[in-house]
């Protein structure tokens, strides 16, 4: 059985709180498990490459790891939740930067 997409989230964040986008997407398999997920922070005014992306996380192209302005680093994966939290500190530590 194909993977199923159940999160595909995009939200605007107000320009007085940071500006920019937050986006989600998360595939599970047939036995519930998270297989494939994409977290971002998207804000061209901050970061130009990377189609904007300032940071995020995803486990593309086999590896688990972070987008940090442009540059990519491989992370030890514990699980998808502790990745979702790692995503929340780091673009919460970016709200307000211009």
């Not at 595909?8 to 595939?27: A, C, F, M, T, Y």
């Not at 297989?35 to 486990?59: E, F, K, Q």
Request: aromatic share 12%.
């Amino acid at each position: 059985m194909p993977e199923v997409k159940i999160h595909d989230e995009s939200h605007k964040i107000p320009d007085k709180r940071g500006n920019g986008r937050l986006r989600r997407e998360v595939w599970i398999d047939d036995q519930g498990r998270i297989t494939r997920y994409n977290l971002a922070y998207i804000n061209h005014n901050l970061h130009a490459g990377d189609n904007g992306r300032v940071v995020g996380y995803d486990n593309a192209h086999g590896f688990h790891h972070r987008h940090y302005f442009g540059a990519v680093e491989a992370i030890d994966f514990i699980s998808y939740e502790d990745v979702e939290e790692r995503f929340e500190l780091d673009w919460t530590a970016l709200k307000g930067r211009k």
